[in-house]
C-alpha cells in the first residue's frame, strides 16, 4: 500500500454513502481531515496508515446525542478491518491505523501511542476551529434543535454552562479549549491561527446582540 491517489479513490468510494446523513461529519469532513493530516504529518510519518486512518475514522458515525457516542470510535475501528484486508494493508498497518481510529475519539478517552495516532487527532479536531468550525457547531447545533444562545444570559456570566440547549456554550465548554489539547507542533500552530479567527467572531458576535463579551472567553 502507499499513499497514492488512486488508494484515496478507493476509500473515499468506500465510505462515500455511509458519510451522507450528517452535514459535519459527511465526506467533505473527511477530506478536510486528510488535509490536515498532511499539514501536520513530516517525513517519518507513515502516510498509508495515516491515509486510510483519515477516511475511515467515522465509519460508524453516532449522533451527539447518542448514548453510545463514547463506542463510534471503537466500532468505527472493528468494522475497518474487513475494508483494510481487501486493501491489501498488512496486519501491522491494520493494527496501527485501528489504534489511531480508536484514540482519535474525543469522548472515547484513549490515548493516542503512535505519531499517525497523534496526528488524526490533531486533524479532526482541527475540523472543529476556524471558520468551518463556526459552520459545524451551528450546523450541529441546529440539526438537534438547540437554541444559538440564551438571550437572558448569553456567555453564562451568571448560570452553569449548558451545551446541550446553547450553541455558543459550547464554545467555552470545548472548542475554545481545544488548542491546548493538541498533541503535536504542527497542530498547536494551526489550533492558534485558527482559534484566533473564532475570538474574532465571538467578538462581534456580542457587538451585534448587544452583550459584553467576558474575558475568561478571549484569555486563553
Known amino acids: 500500500m ?21 452535514p459535519a461529519h459527511d465526506l467533505a469532513h473527511l477530506d478536510r481531515v486528510w488535509v490536515n493530516a498532511q499539514a501536520i504529518a513530516n517525513d517519518q510519518t507513515d502516510m498509508p496508515v495515516l491515509l486510510a486512518a483519515a477516511y475511515l475514522h467515522d465509519l460508524v458515525n453516532l449522533s451527539k446525542d447518542d448514548p453510545d457516542r463514547h463506542l463510534a ?13 481487501i486493501l491489501g494493508y498488512s496486519a501491522g498497518q ?17 490515548t493516542p501511542e ?4 497523534c496526528i488524526l487527532r490533531d486533524a479532526d479536531r482541527l475540523d472543529a476551529l476556524g471558520a468551518i468550525g ?50 503535536t507542533e504542527g497542530g498547536k500552530e494551526i489550533a492558534q491561527r485558527r482559534i484566533t479567527r473564532m475570538i474574532r467572531f465571538l467578538e462581534e458576535f456580542a457587538q451585534e446582540i448587544g452583550s459584553p463579551l467576558p474575558t475568561d472567553w478571549t484569555n486563553l
Open 134 to 183: 463556526v459552520a459545524r457547531n451551528f450546523s450541529v447545533s441546529g440539526a438537534l434543535g438547540r437554541s444559538l444562545y440564551d438571550p437572558a444570559d448569553p456567555f453564562a456570566a451568571n448560570r452553569p454552562l449548558d451545551d446541550l440547549h446553547f450553541s455558543i456554550d459550547h464554545w467555552k465548554v470545548k472548542l475554545l479549549g481545544l488548542p491546548g489539547d493538541m498533541l
Open 94 to 110: 491494520i493494527h496501527a491505523i485501528k489504534h489511531a481510529i480508536e484514540a482519535h475519539s474525543f469522548s472515547a478517552n484513549i
Open 2 to 22: 502507499d499513499g497514492s491517489a488512486d488508494l484515496r479513490t478507493h476509500l473515499r468510494a468506500v465510505v462515500a454513502q455511509r458519510m451522507e446523513t450528517d
Open 73 to 85: 470510535s471503537r466500532r468505527s475501528a472493528e468494522e475497518s478491518e474487513s475494508i483494510l484486508v
Open 114 to 117: 503512535t505519531p499517525e495516532a
